[in-house]
């Protein structure tokens, strides 16, 4: 996508205000008036989902999940979804024989939001297992196209902001 010097300016504005929040949902709040979260997770919570994923979650993904649960904005998108619907769409997408055959192995990507079109947000799993770096990918549910997106959470809000907005 082609952005306008206006939105441009807005996002380097915008990313600038989201480096400096305190906390996830004030990051999200930023981008997004309407951002909320369903609800801090114990320390429990997480070892239990990491159990069942067979992985540590991404250290962002951990803060955001201690914090506030997730983040639904933009009426409702789960940005970043609830911690039981992260395990469950990433098992489902790694067992189910209905996406069998039509679509690449999932295996490299630890999915944990949506934008609202069917298209999900997801960090990439390197060949040692680990994260390597912030970076978000995007999988297009149409195609199975899986794009870079932005290079940590707070740039991907910042950027959805910034096109939702124009």
């Known amino acids: 996508m082609n952005w306008s010097q206006q939105q441009i300016h807005f996002y380097k504005e915008l990313l600038g205000r989201v480096r ?14 309407d951002a ?21 979650l991404p250290d962002p993904l951990r803060g955001i999940y201690r914090e506030c649960g997730g983040v639904f904005a933009n009426h409702g998108t789960p940005l970043v979804m609830p911690l039981d619907d992260l395990v469950k769409r990433n ?18 990507l630890l999915f944990f939001g949506e934008e609202g079109n069917g298209d999900l947000y997801a960090f990439p799993i390197a060949i040692d297992g680990g994260y390597g770096n912030q970076n978000i990918y995007e999988w297009d549910h ?11 959470i707070g740039d991907l809000f910042a950027r959805l902001a910034t096109e939702w907005s124009a």
């Not at 400096?20 to 008036?33: E, H, I, M, V």
């Not at 070892?47 to 067979?54: D, I, M, Y």
């Not at 069998?100 to 490299?108: S, T």
């Open 142 to 152: 149409e195609n199975d196209s899986r794009s870079w997106r932005a290079s940590s």
């Open 36 to 56: 909320a979260g369903p609800g801090a997770m114990s320390d429990r919570q997480l070892v239990l989902a990491e159990t069942q994923l067979g992985r540590r």
């Open 91 to 108: 098992e489902w997408l790694r067992g189910s024989d209905s996406s069998a055959g039509l679509y690449m192995p999932f295996d490299h």
């Open 20 to 33: 400096a929040g305190d906390s996830w949902l004030q990051r999200a709040k930023t981008c997004f008036p």
